[in-house]
């Protein structure tokens, strides 16, 4: 990835009221926090979806609910390649995880701001969109998967990165 393709990540600083970006980070760090609660032996990510400053749904990386964890099936010696395939098989992103609750609760998630640890991949990305999400709040880049990235431009989704806050 060139910097020339994260031409549209926009930084919330520039966009964003004081006050505003305050909500950001705090939404943020609920975010990393939910994130500590995965399963999954490679990668703790948490995603939030949030309505007018209001929280309405929560997700994690894993499986679905009622199967087998992550670390149930591999140890921390694990092979990545071996985890990668079962992955793909049985565990769902944080994201998707965050929007089907939503789906499940009945709760709508149109117009709304999702908070996410990683940005999203391809597969999240086109969910994100179909579910009619508005902006999305990310703290670090996955720079295993950035194809789904233009699709949200496209689409007129706003993507920021949030910076780490180092002076108030
Ligand atoms: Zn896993
Ligand atoms: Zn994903």
């Known amino acids: 990835m060139t910097e020339i393709d994260l031409f549209f990540v926009k930084n919330p600083k520039n966009y964003c009221t004081k006050s505003e970006m305050k909500w950001h980070r705090i939404f943020l760090e609920i975010t990393e926090t939910i994130a500590n609660?995965?399963?999954?032996?490679?990668?703790?990510?948490?995603?939030?979806?949030?309505?007018?400053?209001?929280?309405?749904?929560?997700?994690?990386?894993?499986?679905?609910?009622?199967?087998?964890?992550?670390?149930?099936?591999?140890?921390?010696?694990?092979?990545?390649?071996?985890?990668?395939a079962w992955s793909l098989e049985n565990e769902i992103h944080a994201e998707i995880n965050c929007l089907l609750v939503a789906a499940r609760?009945?709760?709508?998630?149109?117009?709304?701001?999702?908070?996410?640890?990683?940005?999203?991949?391809?597969?999240?990305?086109?969910?994100?969109?179909?579910?009619?999400?508005?902006?999305?709040?990310?703290k670090l880049i996955y720079e295993k998967d950035t194809r789904g990235l233009?699709?949200?431009?496209?689409?007129?989704?706003?993507?920021y990165k949030v910076e780490e806050d180092n002076n108030a």
Request: hydrophobic share 30%; glycine share 10%.
């Open 37 to 84: 609660g995965s399963h999954c032996v490679s990668k703790k990510v948490g995603a939030l979806i949030v309505k007018n400053k209001r929280i309405i749904s929560t997700g994690i990386n894993g499986t679905p609910s009622g199967l087998k964890n992550c670390d149930e099936i591999f140890g921390d010696n694990y092979n990545a390649e071996e985890h990668h």
């Open 105 to 138: 609760e009945g709760i709508s998630v149109k117009d709304s701001d999702i908070y996410i640890t990683y940005s999203p991949c391809l597969d999240c990305c086109k969910s994100i969109i179909a579910a009619g999400i508005k902006n999305i709040y990310f």
């Open 150 to 159: 233009p699709l949200l431009n496209d689409s007129g989704i706003n993507l």
